[in-house]
């Protein structure tokens, strides 16, 4: 059972159409292992076992006929209980929504779907929430698994899904896949649509908030990204972006620029040693490696602590209904929106000599479980290193494993 519930998603998606194994196969061993260690950590909060059973053996039966649905055919994926799944429970750790059904899928679910994906289950958010309580971390049920991606991440790491959706506003992808041990993607502003989400993300109103992959290999973010991007008539805020070819990217000769720390989160020495290692890997291929920090770093906390002040429509799209009371006057609204601006003007001005930086994905390894959102406080505070704020800029940003603490997954 290893050898499937541990494969990325791209090596199922071709065993498959290879016939080597079943969907079916594939779909009952990540069952099997959901139910071996969801008591533990409790990253499923809700179990669509028998549709996907179901839906695993039409897969089998159409490529019997010789019908490929798509890309990802007959392999399962999960959701993030923030994003919408027509007739499967989303309340999003809402009580007033605990029992709400979705008449329809999210535009990024539909896709999936049409891909070919087998939907396993909605998985648990932030650290802890009133409907589900909370979720654990598969490597050290002690500690946090991030927020607010939570279960997402923690059901990958422990086997139970080889590739998942979620949303980041401030780290909500990046931070859990730092904690957990696997790879993210926070796409550009404009690329995925938000149709779907809850609460709800206005294209003008809330330009930061993004769908995205999450998975144990960076190979299966590339073959995700395309099949859930693009205009869906629906999002306001996404435009027809062209994706490139990750596999064109050549190494030799990319700017990179990097740095190790940041005021008021300093990184471990084990944090340190691991960017300074792959620096050195990078260099190696040939790539042109220099130490610089973008300007006015220093400002983004405060840019973000500002936007969250702002009172949203979460609730709704269709009628304003703030989530909550108006803590910034008309001025200091505009004022954010212009230092905003001109920290984004100032990162573009840096990227314009370098193709990536590369920075840590937070100062330390997870934190202690708080069991609310003290630990997400805490990160907010002095544990956002790098590209946790510097996403501003729009520009992808991306979670790789290149370092582990050791400790033990659960069993």
Known sequence: MDQLIYASATSLAAAIREKK???????????????????K????????????????NEADAALARGELRGPLHGVPFTVKDWIETAS???AAGYEERAEFVPKRDATVV??????GAVMLGKTN???????????YNPYDLSRTPGYSSSGEAAIIAAGGSPVGLGSDSGGSIRLPVHCCGIAGLKPSAGLVPNTGHFPRIGAMSDPRTQIGPLARFVEDLALTLPVISGVDGLDAGVIPMPLGDPNAVEIKDLRVAFYTDDEGASPTPETIAVVKAARVVLANAGAIVNEARPQRLEE???????YWRRPSSGLSWRSWMPDRVREMTGDEVERSLFEWDRFRRAMLSFMESYDLILTPASNRPADPHAGNLQSFRRASNDKYVGLIDIVYIAQRALRLRVGIDLVGLVE
Do not use: F, W
């Open 21 to 39: 194994v079943s969907s079916q196969e594939v779909i009952e061993a990540h069952l099997l292992r959901i139910e071996a260690v969801n008591p």
């Open 41 to 56: 950590i409790n990253a499923i909060v809700q179990l669509t076992a028998d549709t996907a059973r179901k839906e695993a």
């Open 110 to 115: 539909a896709r999936m779907r049409d891909a």
């Open 300 to 306: 983004a906390r405060e840019i973000t602590l500002a």
């Open 125 to 135: 958010v932030q650290e802890s929430n009133p409907v589900y309580g909370e979720t």
């Open 88 to 90: 499967v429970v989303c």
